[in-house]
């Protein structure tokens, strides 16, 4: 039984240290969130700027695998006809522009891509 009552009363204590603050006036939990405010405007600030690298690292994965994709297909030796260091890439005879502004454009040289290739041009202010 003297246990029963000793159990009791470490509850109760354990229970009352949480309304200390009621006995003397003071709102700890206010004064606690007041105390550590600054420390998670801290810690939001550090989360905020880990969030935004996050994001730079992101487009500059991007950018650089974009890159490399660029530079193994119109610079890789293997494929001759993409390569732009490439005779090839650069023969073909005969250059014509074509469709509603071509009076506007002269051309010359060669290319194996003048087939695919078209020029869109837009009003000019003359």
Known sequence: ??????????????????YGGLASGLDRDTLIEGMTASTKA????????????GWQQ????????KLVEFSKKYTSYTNQSTNLSSPSFWAKSNITPVGSNSSYVSVSGS??????????????AC
């Not at 039984?1 to 949480?18: F, Q, V, W």
């Not at 992101?58 to 695998?65: D, F, G, L, T, V």
């Not at 290319?111 to 000019?124: F, P, Y």
């Open 111 to 124: 290319s194996a891509l003048s087939d695919t290739m078209s020029i869109v041009g837009g009003k000019t």
């Open 42 to 53: 801290k810690i939001a600030k550090q989360q905020k700027k880990k969030q935004t690298y």
């Open 1 to 18: 039984m003297a246990t029963a009552l000793n159990s009791i009363k470490n509850s109760s204590a354990s229970s009352l240290r949480g």
């Open 58 to 65: 992101e487009a500059y994965r991007s950018i650089s695998s």
